[in-house]
């Protein structure tokens, strides 16, 4: 399970960011907006040649102490991140990237909602 | 343990690191003047040689620093070199104590040292010594340069002769192996054999570049970690000669030779251009032993890893950490740049101080913008700033904080300029820029700056309002409330010492404005152009009627301006449409436009705005005081204490309907009062003119009231002009007579009006409506069969007398009739009061202040019915009006000198009054004068209308409440119909009997019985045709006064000569007569009928043109 979950515009401002201990969100917007560094590199060093069959999961974006940061960029250049707790052996890269692909799914969920505005903030119930 | 060097980069391994510092109690001022200048000494071309050496400086270098100094010589203390000051001799024994002091300290190391004195003179300074140099002052030490060099010089002498040594020692066995300075306590049993050998000049050759030196020896030590390190900056060295630290890059090739040479060596392996260099075989051997760029990172990795396996080699992991993330910028591999840097964070070093902390995380950030992470950078920086102020430390450097959050900024994308956040919605990190902005307002209040932190506040509460909660808003606008109590914000620019330049934070969220609308000036109040009779100013612009391209020019130059005026020295209103965004009251005060253009005093308001309200208008007030074109620009509040001055041009989403308006010179202001109520009734807005004032007034119809207008001047200029017209709104009454009327001579001689004088103006308003009455109330009376055309039939003054009981039910049945007192009729009018005076008036302008009159008519009388009797004479007839009393008083009604008829309420009467026939022909037919009535139907109405008026003014009819004894008019204009105006017309043939000589009209003609009696029937044409020849036959008869006529009087009457008379053609303007005679037999009352022959041509004209009077004949007895 992750331990916090953003969804980033492409002009690098949070959508949707969400943790699960609530008590210290700063934290993590701190670390999801740092790791907006590599992500951006990692776009970069891909290249533009790569485009259509560009691998969307941009992998561990960095490793912290307590947790590592994963990455997820759509085609539109929204980008997912990811905060799991490194001591959670049980999240390998598969888990990791069907959680992205679910993550993916309910994005375009909400991209369809008529009534939402892109570029809004996106409203969780939960 | 030693302190990790963070500006260590790879080319400092080819250094010689030369300590400098003072000795004794030497100003800073002075020590770093001559730091200064002896730093400026980096690089030095020795003699014999044709290579460089670099020299590197530090005044603070701490001798633990020096233990790894075997493994890499850069970090070894080589030489030292004292500053101190001295002024007397007696001293200096003390000072050279200290400089041995000094020597001892990084004694293990040293080379050489060299002592500077400054300020003795004397017998000392005379004694040449090698090791001290004396200058007489700091200004006066033109050889300090000089002195340094052979100190270099010196250096390498000792270095170049321990190299020697070596080369020639051909067992190396003899040589004293190196020790990692941890060793030295646990032996790691590591290969320390191979290991050290040949460290320690190693790196000294490595930094004359002999870099296929450094690969054999490489094959001889194999995987030796320091050495990898040291072959990476030999490769670095050798790759990038413009140097990885970046900013010393300049500073280490200032040789002329170096350039080319640095372009060849960007092609590894090339040979030299410079064909006749013996050295080329030395130059392919260096390109083939260097590491390529990817090796180095490599070698830098190995390396880093070898050095992670020991805990005590933290300093150097760090450095080498911090050396590869700079050659990796350069090679702008960032990725693995920040994997280094990431390992860089890891490695924990002894417990650092707080500033060590605060060193290595603004290093750390520093090296992060170097390879483009600026969130991390930013990041990194905010963490020194915050170690600046740890609980741990005794005096937080706020200052320093300050200036480092202030250098984050860029990284949050956050710019301290309010105007970038004004395109479009805020898109930015809202949380951590928030938190970043609420550090720098408790930074700079906790600096004493109370006015920098009130424009971070400012700046926080109006870029991130949409971001805040409502817990926070309020607590945000809370501190700044505090804040601003001891420092108001203001709409200067802040200027940082350090240079940085805070913009003003204008308010233009609280509240936020959405529309911003000129208000033109009451319509009282509004100018006007006098419309000039040439009207240059239309056919100047274009002599095309439309062009669409001028006109759309043209359309785009006045989107901003506004077709109204304000008036100099009156006050103009702008509406701002605001909301208040905040969950609390929003108080603002001092809100005022600003302006530009024309010298304007604005009125500042205060206003209140209710919690998260909706819309709400305020209007902002001015006075113009100069004239010309005024462009209201914007704004100015104060809220929380701050002040704003908020520019429209920068408010986004605002709507505007332009802000450019013209003010015209000064106008006088007239103020209108009147003698009667006001009335809350206003006319409908369908009247166009918009009305300050209404005044309401009812009447009776018929009635006459003065109007008192008291006219003030209550402007600041003469009232030199006026006009008053009125207009009377459509109605569907009709008028009869002037409604208003009044003289305006008397109240212009009054004029010029100064200010606060006061004039009169009457007015007389008549409501005369019309007094006719619908159809069904000509019901009431028609039982009388009254014909129009007839004999005089009976008493011509006949009165039907009604009951009241009897007609009350009538008008119960049929309720809404005319007749009812509910039934009122309004009329409205419009008084324009067109003024002008002072400078206004000069330039052509004018007021119009309009009194919007509202008169509420009552019905008086009404006439059900009206015709008409034929009188005696045919000249006169008798007309007859049923008058109904529609008021709830007793009334009377007469005509002319007639006597007056009492009506009670209700009550109808019928009034004969008796009136000449009208010769209408007579007066000018103005209609007929006025060719563009086309209509005839139109014509004739105007006719009758004339008519009306002239009937009206010959009866004269009045009433008069008795109880008020006023008398009224009254007016039968409405109800004259065609057939009674026909009758009431003097026939175009005028037919005159003469009775022996004497006109017959209504007395009776006497005559003797027996006497031939002459009849001559006369005939003047009046009408435009020629009329005749008619027949006419005389019958007489005799009226019994009871119905009967008795025809046969052949025995009494004869007629002498034909009883039958003809007249020729008459033609217009013409006369004709006949004569006939008659003889009465006996005596009595006889008639005459004279009758026309029904042949042709009389069918054609109207009957009542041969109305011939009756003839009434008194035969008498004949005279004895």
Redesign the interface.
């Known amino acids: 399970m992750a331990v916090c979950v953003a969804v980033i ?1 492409k ?4 959508l949707y ?1 969400r943790s699960i201990p609530t008590e210290n ?2 934290k993590f ?2 670390m999801v ?2 790791s ?3 992500v951006d ?2 776009i970069s ?1 891909m290249g533009k040649a790569l485009v259509d069959q560009r691998e969307l999961y941009l992998g561990l974006l ?2 912290t ?1 307590d947790y590592k940061v994963y990455g997820y960029v759509t085609n539109s250049k929204v980008k997912f991140v990811m905060v799991v707790d490194s001591s959670n052996t049980a999240l390998r890269d598969n888990e990791i990237r069907s959680m992205f692909r679910k993550l993916h799914n309910s994005y375009t969920d909400v991209m369809c909602n008529p009534f939402y505005n892109p ?1 809004d903030r996106i409203q969780s119930r939960r | 343990m030693s302190v990790p060097d963070y500006m260590q980069c790879a080319e400092d391994h080819q250094t010689l690191l030369v300590v400098v510092q003072p000795v004794g109690i030497v100003s800073e001022e002075n020590f770093f003047r001559i730091y200064k200048r002896i730093s400026s000494v980096s690089q030095i071309s020795v003699r014999d040689s044709q290579r460089a050496l670099y020299i590197r400086y530090r005044h603070h270098y701490p001798p633990e620093n020096s233990e790894w100094g075997d493994f890499q010589t850069h970090r070894k203390v080589v030489g030292l070199i004292t500053i101190t000051d001295c002024f007397s001799a007696k001293d200096w024994p003390q000072i050279f104590e200290k400089f041995h002091v000094q020597k001892e300290i990084y004694g293990s190391t040293l080379y050489d040292s060299r002592l500077f004195v400054f300020g003795l003179q004397g017998e000392i300074a005379e004694q040449p010594r090698t090791d001290v140099a004396f200058y007489p002052s700091y200004e006066d030490c033109a050889t300090v340069e000089k002195r340094i060099e052979d100190f270099v010089e010196s250096l390498f002498i000792v270095l170049e002769s321990k190299r020697l040594d070596r080369a020639t020692d051909k067992s190396g066995d003899k040589i004293p192996l190196l020790c990692v300075p941890f060793e030295k306590k646990d032996f790691v049993g590591l290969d320390t054999d191979r290991r050290s050998k040949w460290e320690g000049s190693l790196q000294w050759w490595r930094g004359k570049g002999a870099v296929h030196w450094v690969s054999d020896f490489l094959k001889l030590s194999g995987t030796d970690f320091a050495a990898l390190e040291g072959l990476c900056s030999a490769s670095v060295i050798y790759h990038y000669p413009g140097g990885t630290g970046g900013k010393a890059g300049a500073r280490r090739f200032p040789g002329s030779a170096l350039p080319a040479e640095a372009a060849n060596r960007h092609r590894p392996g090339a040979l030299t251009t410079n064909g006749i260099n013996a050295d080329t075989s030395t130059e392919i051997g260096r390109a083939k032993n260097c590491l390529s760029p990817e090796d180095i990172i490599e070698k830098y990795k190995e390396a880093i890893s070898y050095y992670s396996k020991y805990k005590n080699a933290g300093v150097i992991e760090l450095e080498a950490c911090v050396k590869a993330v700079r050659v990796l910028a350069i090679q702008k591999r ?2 693995e740049a ?1 994997e280094f840097l ?1 390992n860089a964070v ?1 490695i924990n070093l002894r417990q650092l101080s707080e500033e060590e902390k605060i060193q290595r995380y603004s290093i750390l950030s520093e090296l ?1 913008e170097l390879i ?5 950078s930013a ?1 990194f920086k905010r963490v020194a700033a915050m170690q600046c102020v740890a609980p741990s430390i005794s005096e937080p450097g706020w200052r320093a904080c300050y200036k480092l959050l202030l250098e984050t900024l860029p990284g ?2 956050l710019s301290l300029d309010p105007q970038d956040f004004n395109k479009g ?1 805020h ?6 820029q928030m ?1 970043l902005l609420h550090e720098l307002v408790y930074a700079s209040r906790r600096m004493g700056n109370p006015a920098l932190s009130v424009r971070h506040l400012s700046f926080l509460l109006q870029t991130m309002l949409d971001f805040l909660s409502d817990q926070e808003k309020k607590d945000v606008t809370q501190s700044l409330e505090n804040y601003t109590s001891k420092c108001p914000g203001t709409m200067e620019l802040l200027t940082l010492p350090d240079g940085l330049t805070l913009p003003p934070v204008p308010f233009t969220k609280l509240p936020i404005v959405r529309r911003v609308k000129l208000l033109d000036l009451p319509a009282s109040l509004r100018p006007q152009k006098m419309k000039s009779s040439l009207g240059p100013s239309v056919s100047a612009k274009s002599p095309f009627i439309y062009s669409p391209i001028i006109a759309h020019s043209r359309g785009e130059e006045r989107s901003k301006k506004i077709d109204f005026q304000w008036v100099q020295g009156d006050v103009c209103e702008v509406q701002l449409m605001v909301y208040n965004p905040m969950p609390f009251e929003l108080r603002v005060e001092n809100m005022g436009l600003l302006t530009s253009g024309v010298e304007f005093e604005s009125l500042p308001a205060a206003l209140s705005l209710p919690a998260e309200s909706g819309l709400y208008p305020v209007t902002l007030v001015g006075v113009p005081q100069t004239t010309g074109t005024i462009t209201v620009s914007g704004y100015h509040t104060t809220v929380f204490g701050v002040f704003s001055d908020c520019l429209l041009d920068s408010l986004p989403g605002i709507k505007t309907s332009g802000s450019t308006v013209e003010v015209i010179p000064a106008l006088p202001r007239l103020q209108i009062s009147t003698s009667l109520p006001r009335s809350a009734h206003s006319l409908q807005p369908s009247s166009g003119d918009e009305i300050s004032t209404n005044v309401s007034v009812q009447l009776y119809n018929g009635e006459t009231q003065q109007l008192v207008v008291r006219l003030e001047n209550i402007g600041m200029e003469p009232l030199e002009k006026l006009e008053v017209t009125s207009k009377i709104l459509t109605t569907k009454e009709k008028l009869y007579g002037d409604f208003l009327s009044w003289k305006l001579e008397d109240t212009l001689a009054q004029f010029p009006l100064q200010p606060g004088k006061v004039a009169t103006f009457t007015i007389s308003i008549k409501v005369k409506l019309d007094f006719s009455c619908q159809e069904n109330l000509l019901q009431d009376l028609s039982d009388d069969g009254i014909s129009v055309s007839g004999f005089p039939l009976c008493s011509p003054f006949r009165q039907v007398v009604r009951p009241r009981v009897e007609s009350k039910p009538v008008n119960a049945a049929e309720g809404g009739r005319p007749g009812e007192p509910c039934h009122v009729k309004t009329l409205e009018a419009v008084l324009n009061f067109k003024y002008s005076g002072g400078p206004g008036h000069v330039e052509g302008y004018y007021r119009n202040l309009a009194l919007g009159l509202h008169v509420e008519v009552e019905p008086s009388v009404f006439f059900t019915r009206v015709s008409t009797l034929p009188a005696t004479s045919t000249r006169q007839c008798h007309l007859l009006l049923d008058v109904f009393n529609a008021t709830e008083h007793e009334l009377s009604v007469g005509a002319r000198s007639d006597e007056e008829l009492i009506l009670h309420a209700g009550e109808c009467q019928r009034m004969a009054i008796q009136v000449d026939k009208f010769n209408f022909e007579s007066f000018p037919e103005s209609p007929a004068d006025k060719g563009q009535f086309a209509n005839s139907k139109h014509l004739e109405e105007e006719r009758q209308e004339a008519r009306g008026l002239e009937i009206n003014s010959k009866l004269d009819i009045h009433w008069t409440i008795i109880s008020f004894s006023q008398t009224r008019g009254a007016s039968v204009e409405g109800l004259l119909n065609q057939l009674v105006l026909e009758h009431l017309q003097l026939a175009p043939l005028l037919w005159d009997v003469l009775v022996d000589g004497q006109p017959c009209d209504c007395q009776a003609a006497a005559c003797r019985v027996g006497d031939p009696v002459r009849l001559e029937v006369r005939l003047t044409n009046r009408s435009p045709r020629s009329v005749g020849p008619f027949a006419l036959s005389v019958v007489p008869f005799q009226d019994h006064q009871n119905g009967v006529h008795s025809y046969d009087l052949r025995h009494a009457v004869s007629f002498v000569g034909s009883g039958t008379f003809y007249l020729d053609k008459v033609q217009p303007s013409g006369q004709a007569a006949c004569l006939g005679a008659l003889l009465f037999l006996y005596t009595g009352d006889f008639f005459l009928h004279i009758r026309f022959h029904e042949d042709g041509p009389s069918k054609e004209l109207p009957p009542s043109w041969f109305c011939l009077p009756s003839v009434h004949v008194r035969a008498l007895e004949a005279q004895a």
């Open positions: 515009a002009e690098n401002y949070p960011i969100e700063l917007h701190y907006h740092t907006l560094d590599v590199e990692k060093a960095y490793p102490e570029g | 960032s990725m920040s990431q890891y992060y483009g992470f600026h969130r991390k990041f949050y994308s919605t898109r930015g990190w809202a949380a951590v938190r």
